[in-house]
């Protein structure tokens, strides 16, 4: 089956520029969604169709999906996006949807 | 605005069935443009998706878990429901609903403030 690698964690520091990155191989033939989880929360979709940004969500945070990797950026890095971060595609090869691991992103 | 809420018991003893409501406000269950999932997270850990309901009661499950889930909707109530029988310990999570979006991909928007479900001993 279809397995989406992320990195556990990231870091940063406020005003830099995070990239999470969600792997696997040929995932740019594929259509990548994130997901942002701050702790006691429910999972928010910050990006649909690699690069699509649902209504409310900043320009700050942006998507891009090419080879073997998916791109999670968040410009311009607040305290307030510190949260876990998702991938998910559509496993065809399965017929049902999948996640990566999660990416725990750390404003320092 | 759709919203989600999930509502069950949050204690289940271990062998027994897991049973959980998702009510959909805001919208129609029977948007035939949607489908509806639910999905689970293990304390610490990432999300698993468990299974999608179409309002027509077509349903699929993930693999891992299909011998034990089913799925039910029930349109005049604006309801989907999750069943999960012979529950262990591994089964204890946050379960959440959420709607579905089909085409041209899929994804999950908005989701349920989740209900965290533990199985005892």
């Known amino acids: 089956s279809y397995v989406l690698t992320q990195p556990p964690s990231v870091s940063v520091a406020p005003g830099q520029t995070a990239r999470i990155t969600c792997g696997e191989n040929?995932?740019?033939?594929?259509?990548v969604q994130w997901y942002q989880q701050k702790p006691g929360q429910a999972p928010l979709l910050v990006i649909s169709f690699d690069s699509d940004r649902p209504s409310g969500i900043p320009e700050r945070i942006s998507g891009s999906n090419t080879g073997n990797t998916a791109t999670l950026t968040i410009s311009r890095v607040e305290a307030g996006d510190e949260a876990d971060y998702y991938c998910q595609v559509w496993d065809s090869s399965s017929d049902h949807p999948v996640f990566g691991g999660g990416t725990k992103l750390t404003v320092l | 605005q759709v919203q989600l809420q999930e509502s069950g018991p949050g204690l289940v003893k271990s062998s027994e069935t897991l049973s959980l409501t998702c009510t959909v406000s805001?919208?129609?269950?029977?948007?035939?443009?949607?489908?509806w999932a639910w999905i689970r997270q293990p304390t610490g850990k990432g999300l698993e998706w468990i299974g999608t309901i179409y309002y027509t009661g077509s349903a699929y499950y993930s693999p891992s878990l299909q011998s034990r889930v089913t799925m039910s909707v029930d349109t005049s109530k604006n309801q989907f429901s999750l069943r999960l029988t012979s529950v262990t310990a591994a089964d204890t999570a946050v379960y959440y609903c959420?709607?579905?979006?089909?085409?041209?991909?899929?994804?999950?928007?908005?989701w349920g403030q989740g209900i965290l479900v533990t199985v005892s001993s």
């Open positions: 040929n995932i740019g033939d594929k259509i």
């Open positions: 959420a709607r579905q979006i089909m085409t041209p991909s899929t994804w999950f928007d908005p």
């Open positions: 805001g919208g129609s269950i029977s948007d035939s443009s949607h489908s």
